[in-house]
């Protein structure tokens, strides 16, 4: 087994390419309820939570909250570890560190990467994730919140 960044590597033998990422919520402007922002990569034109590949020496809780930032323009604070997600990726394994993470300030600009964000109820997040693996997240944050 080999460890990078404190973390270990059980697939792959250290090719497994490490990624992390936040399920980014906020309190709806409307009703209070919990809203769950989802970004769309034309790329792939998929929806997803916001996610990306750890930078050399960055750590899973810093490389999460940039990616947050990068794809969505949100800041956010972090709060409880969710759980970990592998796969598969082009040959490759594939881990994925997650965080729940309450959007604080932010706007969001089109780019390249991401061209749209939705902020969406937590069955409707679910219902537009293109993932199955993805709809997991919905409920471990839902369970964080105390709202399973």
Wanted: aromatic share 6%; hydrophobic share 35%.
């Amino acid at each position: 087994m080999t460890y990078v960044d404190g973390v270990g590597d059980e697939e792959g033998g250290g090719d497994t390419v490490l990624a992390a990422g936040c399920v980014l919520w906020r309190r709806s402007p409307a009703d209070g309820a919990p809203e769950i922002c989802l970004v769309h990569r034309p790329k792939y034109d998929d929806w997803s939570h916001p996610k990306g590949k750890l930078k050399p020496g960055e750590g899973l809780l810093a490389a999460a909250l940039r990616e947050v930032e990068e794809e969505t323009g949100h800041r956010c604070v972090p709060g409880a570890r969710l759980p970990t997600v592998r796969y598969l990726a082009h040959g490759r394994p594939k881990r994925v560190d997650y965080w729940a993470a309450e959007a604080t300030t932010g706007h969001f600009t089109p780019h390249r990467e991401v061209d749209r964000i939705s902020w969406l109820s937590p069955a409707a997040a679910r219902g537009r994730l293109t993932r199955p693996r993805d709809r997991d997240l919905v409920d471990a944050l839902l369970s964080t919140l105390n709202l399973a």
